[in-house]
């Protein structure tokens, strides 16, 4: 079954860029039945779709954080990238990277998730 | 950008009564509607997906109903592993997808 791992720096600086990794084991990213997404939780609330990852590299970011991110993909290591730059304290969070699931025409549900990685924004 | 609201904020159930989540939608978004369980520490959970559609390995005690813009998701007999967070995730118009706030199951 196919699972995803995060790594990173946890302790960023204010003014710099967020850099993560999510790692898919167990199947392959080259699917065109799947994106793959970065999805944020900031400490004690809820979920923000950061943006997703197709197979052939076109992404889509959400609207609120566009400016900022760039997701990249390597889909011969089934490996993918988060990047945020000129983080602020508000971006502390836990990132998840996760499989977005295609249904009719577009990106659908989000499963599975990885485990999550901490990140926090301080000098 | 659609705008997700979720009900109760916190739901006091004891183990073995029946739990009713709501989640509502600004505008109609059919049954593009998935719904997630979340324990502390872990990443979310994918429940049911297209409102009412249980995902590989759900027990039968999670049921999800609802189309347009008033969806639940109604958990039949409260075992103690069901405690947690819930969000629903609206995919109606992607890019963007948006989430509820949650609702916590606590035991009663």
């Known amino acids: 079954q196919v699972q995803l791992q995060e790594s990173g720096p946890g302790l960023v600086k204010p003014s710099e860029t967020l850099s993560l990794r999510c790692t898919v084991s167990?199947?392959?990213?080259?699917?065109?039945?799947?994106?793959w997404a970065w999805v944020r939780q900031p400490p004690g609330k809820g979920l923000e779709w950061i943006g997703s990852?197709?197979?052939?590299?076109?992404?889509f970011y959400n609207p609120s954080l566009k400016s900022r991110v760039i997701i990249t993909g390597d889909m011969s290591r089934n490996q993918f990238s988060l990047r945020v730059r000129s983080v602020i304290v508000a971006d502390t969070a836990v990132y998840f990277c996760?499989?977005?699931?295609?249904?009719?025409?577009?990106?659908?549900?989000?499963?599975?998730w990885g485990q999550g990685t901490p990140v926090t924004v301080s000098s | 950008e659609i705008v997700m609201t979720q009900s109760p904020a916190t739901l006091s159930v004891s183990p073995g009564e029946r739990a009713t989540l709501s989640c509502r939608a600004s505008?109609?978004?059919?049954?593009?509607l998935a719904w997630y369980l979340q324990k502390p520490g872990q990443a979310p959970r994918l429940l049911i997906y297209d409102a009412f559609t249980r995902a590989a390995g759900v027990p039968a005690r999670f049921s999800g109903s609802g189309s347009g813009t008033d969806f639940t998701l109604t958990i039949s007999s409260l075992q103690s592993e069901d405690f947690a967070v819930y969000y629903c995730?609206?995919?109606?118009?992607?890019?963007?997808?948006?989430f509820g706030p949650g609702t916590r199951l606590d035991i009663k």
């Open positions: 995730q609206e995919y109606n118009d992607w890019p963007p997808t948006t």
């Open positions: 996760a499989r977005h699931v295609v249904g009719d025409y577009a990106a659908d549900w989000l499963d599975p």
């Open positions: 990852i197709y197979f052939n590299g076109k992404t």
């Open positions: 167990g199947g392959s990213m080259g699917s065109a039945s799947y994106y």
């Open positions: 505008q109609s978004i059919g049954i593009k």
